[in-house]
């Protein structure tokens, strides 16, 4: 058997993300393995057969992983009525006419992707819609996926009006005299979101590989999708990766998370049990559970310890609605843990961070220590008593960094109805760093951006990449620095999806899972982070994108 290279990238910089040997120029690849990290030596696996990729001073790193996005509803909503990429609420009403009107048709008008802060208190108006859209029924979730802007037509489908109750676990926007607005909250979305019609199977699976696609041109080489399962109008993948893998189209890793129904308790354990056995195969193995434990502190719906404010700074009374009661929790995850299972919480405000830890602590009480790397995600407000806890816990903090920054949806959402001592309390990465916290990194595409570049910039400067040059930054003490933030977005997520020993760092033996950039972003300045590109990304050495310009 020949000793050459199948593949050698050189004449660059390599970020390994291995502490044995931090820095290198030259790795080869054969049969999808690393197989040589070093410098000029390397050269010597170079063969006839050896594809060579010069570096020409630009970085390598090992492939991102993004431990917490939604693949297939963003690749869905890139193909309907895509409002991600603007905060103008004329341009919103513009593209929705447009859609529709391109789309005579369809029954019903969707897609989504509007950011809370375009309108007065994040609540859009059925009338706005109705007046461009009378029709049919119109379902657009926003940004974040926890609130839905609907028309007329979409409440009537639903039989919504002044006497409709909100559920337990949402709230219908209303006037003063009761009718609803047009704005659902939580889980007041699925009322209108289960009657709109699922895609055909062929469109779901084109939505995932269109996703597939968009994130490999972000170097991410794999990935935990967050909700496998039926949660509001968010159709189930979980048939889609398969079709993807029975046709040999799924080039990413995927660690799906099954959906807990928080509406059902214990009895749903052994169906989840059933699952992970049905579905886990090649690419794909659905060995995690996700519980989303409360909702957002931009309607008040993450759960706090204590109340929001009002306008006026007084009490609201409204401390969040935890959507597992927290004693019950307790029991679930120890029972996941006992079968194995991790659990991926959906943890935002502090009172729901606490019940999560709470429930991995009781799990490591009754079942002893278990490699069943529990992690939580968003993170956005933590008590410091509990910061030292995820390290005694071994339970990781997966964060969406992009979110540390001063923008519209901070300052005039959230901050003023937090106060100055909570809002202080945001996003503490350096504190998890500093108390040994494993530390992971997702986008929560389509939410936010899914190119890690913007959320390492943000990590980083504590600053968003298109702020005013007046912003202040937002809480410098728990900034990141560039290479630590880089390791969360590859070996720490790669532990979180029990992926490490296979991937993570370019290390002898592991995938061949690699980034090459456009430039060195450790040589220039921490300010120009997010302008760093993709040019090509590999995985297990086979080529998965190559920018024009690679």
Same mark, same amino acid.
């Given at each position: ?8 990238? =050189? ?27 070093? /410098? ?27 431990? /917490? ?40 008008? =969707? ?40 028309? =007329? ?62 994130? /490999? ?45 928080? @509406? ?36 008040? =719906? ?109 300052? @005039? ?138």
């Amino acid at each position: 058997m020949s000793l050459t290279a199948d593949l050698v990238l =050189t004449g660059g910089p390599v970020h390994t993300v291995d502490p044995a040997r931090s820095r290198a120029t030259a790795v080869a690849v054969r049969d999808g393995r690393i197989v040589a990290v070093g /410098h000029d030596e390397v050269h010597e696996l170079i063969g006839p057969g050896t594809e060579v990729v010069d570096l020409a001073g630009k970085l390598l790193l090992p492939g991102f992983q993004d431990a /917490h996005v939604h693949p297939q509803g963003a690749g869905l909503e890139l193909g309907m009525c895509h409002l991600a990429d603007t905060v103008d609420p004329a341009e919103y009403l513009r593209r929705i006419k447009a859609y529709a009107d391109r789309n005579p048709d369809a029954e019903w008008i =969707t897609g989504g992707g509007w950011s809370l802060e375009a309108f007065p208190g994040g609540a859009p108006t059925a009338a706005a819609l109705d007046a461009i859209v009378p029709d049919r029924p119109v379902f657009l979730p926003n940004r974040d996926h926890h609130g839905a802007w609907v028309n =007329t037509r979409a409440l009537e489908r639903a039989g919504i009006d002044a006497r409709t109750p909100d559920p337990v676990d949402g709230r219908i926007e209303r006037d003063a005299d009761g009718n609803p607005i047009g704005t659902l909250q939580e889980g007041a979305v699925h009322l209108v979101g289960k009657l709109v019609p699922e895609p055909t199977p062929e469109e779901q699976l084109t939505a995932l590989l269109r996703a597939q696609s968009v994130l /490999h041109s972000y170097g991410v080489t794999a990935w935990q999708d967050a909700i496998v399962g039926t949660y509001a109008n968010m159709t189930d993948p979980a048939p889609t990766y398969r079709a993807a893998l029975d046709r040999g189209l799924l080039t990413a890793r995927v660690v799906g998370a099954l959906w807990w129904d928080r @509406e059902r308790g214990a009895e749903q354990i052994p169906e989840l049990a059933a699952k992970r056995e049905e579905l886990s195969g090649g690419r794909f193995r659905a060995t995690t559970v996700k519980v989303m434990q409360d909702g957002i502190a931009e309607n008040h =719906t993450a759960a706090m310890l204590d109340p929001y404010l009002t306008g006026c700074g007084c009490s609201s009374g409204n401390d969040g609605i935890s959507f597992v009661d927290p004693g019950d929790l307790r029991k679930y995850v120890t029972e996941l843990d006992a079968l194995g299972f991790q659990v991926h919480f959906h943890a935002l405000g502090d009172r729901a961070v606490r019940e999560a830890l709470d429930a991995v602590e009781s799990a490591r009480t009754a079942n002893g220590w278990r490699d069943t790397r529990h992690h939580l995600a968003h993170l956005q407000v933590v008590h410091p008593d509990d910061v030292l806890r995820f390290r005694a816990l071994g339970a990781s903090a997966n964060l969406q960094m992009l979110w540390a920054a001063h923008e519209p949806q901070m300052d @005039e959402l959230t901050l003023p109805f937090l106060g100055a001592e909570r809002g202080a309390r945001q996003y503490p990465f350096g504190d998890l760093l500093r108390a040994g916290a494993t530390l992971a990194a997702g986008s929560d595409w389509p939410v936010s951006s899914p190119d890690p570049f913007q959320a390492i910039h943000v990590a980083v400067n504590r600053l968003a990449p298109d702020a005013p040059d007046d912003t202040p930054v937002f809480l410098p003490e728990q900034r990141l620095d560039l290479g630590t933030a880089l390791a969360a977005y590859t070996a720490g997520s790669a532990h979180a999806n029990h992926l490490d020993d296979i991937s993570g760092s370019i290390t002898v033996g592991k995938s061949a899972d690699l980034v090459v950039l456009d430039r060195d972003p450790f040589a220039g300045p921490p300010e120009e982070i997010a302008a760093t590109r993709v040019q090509q990304t590999f995985v297990e050495g086979r080529r998965v994108h190559a920018a024009g310009d690679a």
